[in-house]
């Protein structure tokens, strides 16, 4: 019964940055692959970037490369998105999720298992 919680959103303006979280209830060990997606209202989810066990391997989607960074704490079965030079169309839902040892896909069918999200919300 793995559990994920994501924390870190809020508001900020424009060009600002925010990092989030994503703690997991499962034990180190088993963590697995993990990944950052984000939904918009009306819109599909989309994958940004996941993570391998170790965190030897990452899969950035293109358009957020350099802006986004996924980093992990293996310690504490958390994994972190930092995200730098935030613009208004980052405005969504941001979500965490695990699928794993099956590999660092973006695709969210792919994923089992889900966090509730939590809001960033970019203003000008």
């Known amino acids: 019964q793995v559990q994920l919680v994501e924390s870190g959103g809020g508001s900020v303006q424009a060009g600002g940055s925010l990092r989030l979280s994503c703690a997991s209830s499962?034990?180190?060990?088993?963590?697995?692959?993990m990944a950052w997606f984000r939904q918009a209202p009306g819109k599909g989810r989309e994958g940004l970037v996941a993570?391998?066990?170790?965190?030897?391997?990452?899969n950035y989607h293109y358009s957020i490369e350099g802006r986004f960074t996924i980093s992990r704490d293996k310690s504490k079965n958390t994994i972190y998105l930092q995200m730098n030079s935030l613009k208004v169309e980052d405005t969504a839902i941001y979500y965490c999720?695990?699928?794993?040892?099956?590999?660092?896909?973006?695709?969210?069918?792919?994923?089992?298992?889900w966090g509730q999200g939590t809001q960033v919300t970019v203003s000008s």
């Open positions: 499962a034990d180190t060990q088993d963590t697995g692959y």
């Open positions: 999720a695990a699928r794993g040892t099956d590999g660092l896909s973006l695709v969210p069918e792919k994923y089992p298992t």
């Open positions: 993570i391998s066990p170790a965190a030897s391997l990452t």
